[in-house]
């Protein structure tokens, strides 16, 4: 079964300093990868996606992941970071579920950006 | 506004209670989810239906009872619950319940069993 490990439970950092939140997976075989964000009081919105292709993929808010299948990784790096930046952070492995597709969560990083 | 809506967003009840969780999907999807988020653990997959079939998560206690009445509604029934089910409970879809199809995450319920 596919399992995710998210390193951080929690990452404080200060406004405009770079980020980096860890994502390892278990799976060798050829997998789907997603960051999920989470604001208070909300539902998880679909951050990025790596499906195929380009090994570094993008989000419209200056976001990035760069899947490393060698080492497992699936990282989520931004260069400067914003106050409402602050938000867990869900690192996600597709698997399948009967016949149905299924994701495989991590347990989340918490993001705190300081002034 | 998610595509996604769950009603209502905030439920205490006492463990003989029955009660109800809607999700209402306005994407057109053709797949629906019930997660439970409990703190510290990850995201657990309860229930999930496809215009094809309802897939059965066997670890799922009996006092939580899914339904699906057509593609667009999903409820979650819940009777006589225990107080670790206190949870919040996302609702999600997807265009057709492929392993690369993303989710689509309604805000959730969060509900306090007493």
């Known amino acids: 079964a596919q399992s995710v490990t998210q390193l951080d439970s929690q990452v404080p950092v200060f406004e405009e300093a770079p980020v980096e939140l860890r994502c390892n997976y278990s799976?060798?075989?050829?997998?789907?990868l997603f960051w999920y964000v989470q604001y208070p009081n909300q539902g998880l919105q679909l951050l990025l996606k790596?499906?195929?292709?380009?090994?570094l993929v993008e989000s419209i808010n200056g976001f990035e992941a760069e899947f490393n299948k060698s080492q497992t990784s699936f990282h989520l790096r931004k260069p400067s970071v914003h106050i409402s930046d602050t938000a867990e952070y869900f690192c996600a492995v597709s698997d399948r579920w009967g016949s149905q597709g299924n994701l495989i969560f991590g347990k989340g990083t918490k993001l705190s950006v300081k002034p | 506004e998610t595509g996604v809506t769950q009603t209502p967003r905030h439920l205490v009840m006492g463990m003989t209670n029955k009660k109800s969780l809607k999700c209402e999907q306005h994407l057109g999807h053709n797949a629906m989810y019930w997660y439970k988020q409990s703190a510290k653990k990850p995201l657990e997959l309860m229930f999930v239906y496809s215009l094809e079939e309802r897939v059965e998560n066997n670890s799922v206690p009996s006092r939580f009872s899914p339904e699906c009445p057509n593609s667009s509604h999903l409820f979650l029934h819940l009777h006589t619950l225990q107080p670790e089910d206190s949870a919040l409970y996302l609702c999600?879809?997807?265009?057709?319940?492929?392993?690369?199809?993303?989710?689509?995450f309604g805000n959730g319920t969060r509900l306090t069993v007493t």
């Open positions: 799976s060798s075989v050829s997998v789907y």
């Open positions: 790596y499906l195929s292709g380009s090994t």
């Open positions: 999600a879809s997807s265009p057709g319940g492929g392993i690369d199809s993303p989710l689509h």
